[in-house]
């Protein structure tokens, strides 16, 4: 066993004939964390997943789970479950009976199949449907009774392919709310999305990808922190419009980038600094007699950072 790691990828490349898909790909997923790996289309993610859960073999590097080689395929494989390329559930079964063909395959009894089948289809929401037949299934329905199926033998890594890809918007947000769910209990996840604000809500860390490489990773918080923009931006709503003197007053305070008005009513303060000099902007803004009526405040996001990043390579 390997102290606390889940995943480790080292220096992982795949070649599609002359073409790189991936190239030097290092990740490390420690156990319990929630990992999500972006990447625009044809960035590398399924390639990335493939090599990882033994589906297709890389060029090069080096890939354990739990400390195991990949090599070992079956050992390695024992305790992660996964959703990649997986065949929708045959149309005519419902899901109880898929659940209890699946828990058959790894040998489990009938009493262990009803209690782990129950379980996992109250935990991907789809218990109030165990006898419906999944032909009258939502594509979101379909997708999460393929995620009990992978969650039946109760495998502590779980690794999903762009898990709520191809969803309506409803979909997806229950697809969200089902993997949001996963986190309570002692998990590992790594899952792949093109979708920014799915790794925000769902992830502790992340590895953004682009053309097979890795361009950043680490803990979300901290590298939103880092980014380079890191900083917050101020919009302040008043009663009345804020003076142009007051705003060049604001202007003038340390820590304070750019002041702007925004219509009539609403100014924008960039900002970066310390709490202290931003404890003295806000006292100016309410010292404007514009009368303040809100004052919201946004923080460089996973959105901005990866902006940053993309332009800076193009
Ligand atoms: N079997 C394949 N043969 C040749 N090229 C492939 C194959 N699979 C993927 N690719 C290419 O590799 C790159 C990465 O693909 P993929 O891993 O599917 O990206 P993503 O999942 O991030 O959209 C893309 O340019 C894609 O066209
Ligand atoms: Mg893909």
């Excluded at 606390?4 to 080292?10: N, Y």
């Excluded at 890795?214 to 880092?226: N, P």
Aim: hydrophobic residues 35%; negative net charge.
């Amino acid at each position: 066993m390997e102290g606390g790691t889940a995943i480790e990828v080292e220096n992982l490349t795949k070649n599609y004939g002359d073409f790189t898909a991936i190239s030097d790909i290092n990740l490390t997923v420690k156990k319990g964390e929630f990992m999500g790996l972006v990447g625009p289309n044809g960035a590398g993610k399924s390639t990335t997943l493939k090599a990882i859960t033994g589906l297709l073999k890389p060029t090069s590097g080096t890939i354990r789970i739990s400390g195991v080689d990949i090599k070992d395929h079956r050992h390695a494989m024992e305790n992660v479950g996964c959703v990649i390329e997986t065949p929708e559930p045959y149309p005519s079964f419902t899901p109880g009976e898929i659940l209890e063909y699946i828990g058959r395959m790894y040998g489990m009894d009938k009493r262990e199949i009803s209690i782990r089948a129950r379980d996992v289809l109250e935990e991907v929401k789809m218990w109030d449907w165990r006898n419906k037949p999944i032909s009258g299934f939502s594509k979101g329905m379909r997708q999460r009774v393929v995620l009990a199926q992978a969650l039946l033998p109760n495998p502590e890594i779980i690794i999903l392919d762009e898990p709520t890809s191809g969803l309506d918007p409803r979909g997806m947000v229950e697809t969200r709310r089902v993997l949001q769910n996963l986190k309570t209990k002692d998990r590992t996840l790594l899952i792949s999305t093109h979708i920014l604000s799915e790794v925000s809500e769902l992830c502790g860390s992340v590895t953004m990808i682009r053309d097979g490489k890795v361009v950043a990773s680490g803990d979300v918080a901290e590298l939103v922190h880092r980014s380079a923009k890191s900083g917050i931006t101020l919009t302040v709503g008043t009663l009345k419009p804020v003076s142009e003197e007051s705003v060049a007053g604001i202007s003038g305070l340390e820590g304070v980038k750019g002041v702007e008005h925004k219509g009539e009513n609403t100014i924008v303060i960039e900002f970066a600094g310390t709490p202290e000099q931003q404890a003295l902007v806000t006292k100016a803004v309410f010292e404007t007699g514009a009368g303040i009526l809100s004052m919201n405040e946004r923080g460089a996001t996973l959105e901005s950072m990866y902006m940053e990043l993309t332009e800076e390579g193009q």
